[in-house]
């Protein structure tokens, strides 16, 4: 019985997060929609994550443990969430120290 009601709810969330990205936009992209729709879950996940271990961190008065975690962070999400950008900011370094 536990697995009807688990497929169920399965196919139920399918069709579910499907309706919502084919509503966002035409319907033959639907693959493109959806990967926005979880891309935006993912940014969101991300930064809330990584805020409670901040705050783990800041409450338990580890403020050098803070400091790296913040720059990792910083870092991974930069480099994940907006690749274009970072690669955009190594080329102006890159041509500033190369002339």
């Known amino acids: 019985m536990r697995r009807v009601l688990f497929g169920m709810a399965l196919v139920l ?3 579910l997060l499907a309706a919502s990205a084919y509503a966002a936009g035409d319907g033959e992209r639907i693959g493109e929609n959806v990967g926005h729709l979880l ?5 969101s996940l991300y930064v809330g994550i990584a805020g409670l271990v901040a ?4 409450l338990n008065r580890r403020f050098a443990d803070l ?9 991974v999400g930069g ?11 190594v080329r102006d370094i890159w041509q500033t120290i190369t002339g």
């Open 39 to 43: 891309g935006g879950w993912a940014k």
């Open 13 to 15: 969330w399918g069709w």
């Open 79 to 89: 480099f994940v969430m907006a690749p274009n950008d970072i690669a955009g900011v």
């Open 55 to 58: 705050l783990v961190f800041l």
């Open 67 to 75: 400091a790296v975690f913040m720059l990792a962070a910083l870092l």
